[in-house]
């Protein structure tokens, strides 16, 4: 059995005790939502998307001050390679047109002319070549390491607005006269039901709110399609 087929039968066993532990010791009972509209449900997601957006900007931001320099240096060989191969194409492109039209006396003696402009491309195209295939690597890492820092940023400010009271699910609650969530049944552990709700509430949010605002805008979309066909 491989390392990977025994975490999943190790992960699934976890989930199988606390399932049971759950149903008959912990004396969990089901969540009660309030009841949801197309409107509120969409007002409601759309704060979340607006908070992402500006996350995502936030992130933008940093990136582009923090890799932006960085990016242009490691692509510079490369960028200066196919502007000297778009110069010589465009000599021999130049060249082909003078020679419309022109007699065979004048095109014999521009044969070495044409020939040289020839070599120019193809030795132009070989540096190209050669450059990207050098800075291939350099940038395959410098894409690896921004988009880390992207998703590592994105989730930091993701997890400081859900720790800050930005919530996905428990908007869905109904809260009662002193603004608490009255969500669960009255039972001995609604308390401790109600703590391990609001944990996992906000890692949730974090992960949400770090997907960016595409990731809601789908959500509403489900949501539409979803009432529609109902």
Do not use: C
Not at 18 to 47: C, H, K, M, P, Y
Not at 154 to 182: C, E, N, T, Y
């Amino acid at each position: 059995m491989s390392l990977e087929s025994k975490v999943a039968v190790a992960y699934g066993l976890v989930l199988a005790v606390g399932a049971v532990v759950i149903a008959f010791f912990l004396d969990f009972q089901e969540v009660r939502f309030a009841e949801a509209s197309l409107e509120n449900v969409g007002a409601l997601l759309l704060t979340l998307a607006i908070v992402a957006v500006v996350i995502e900007r936030a992130v933008e931001v940093y990136v582009a001050r923090r890799y932006d320099a960085e990016k242009i240096r490691l692509g510079r060989p490369l960028v200066r390679a196919q502007a000297n191969l778009a110069k010589a194409e465009k000599h021999l492109s130049e060249e082909r047109e003078r020679r419309e039209g022109s007699s065979n006396q004048v095109e014999r003696e521009r044969d070495e002319h044409m020939l040289k402009l020839l070599e120019a491309v193809e030795n132009a195209q070989t540096k190209v070549e050669e450059i990207d295939e050098q800075t291939w690597l350099p940038l395959s890492k410098f894409r690896t390491r921004k988009l880390f820092a992207a998703n590592v940023l994105a989730l930091s400010f993701g997890a400081l607005a859900s720790f800050a009271g930005v919530r996905v699910l428990g908007q869905f609650l109904p809260m009662g006269a002193d603004g608490k969530l009255i969500g669960f049944l009255a039972t001995s552990a609604a308390a401790v039901q109600l703590d391990i709700f609001r944990a996992v509430d906000t890692i949730l949010t974090a992960l949400v709110l770090a997907g960016g605002a595409d990731g809601i805008h789908k959500m509403i979309s489900s949501f539409k399609s979803f009432r529609s066909s109902v």
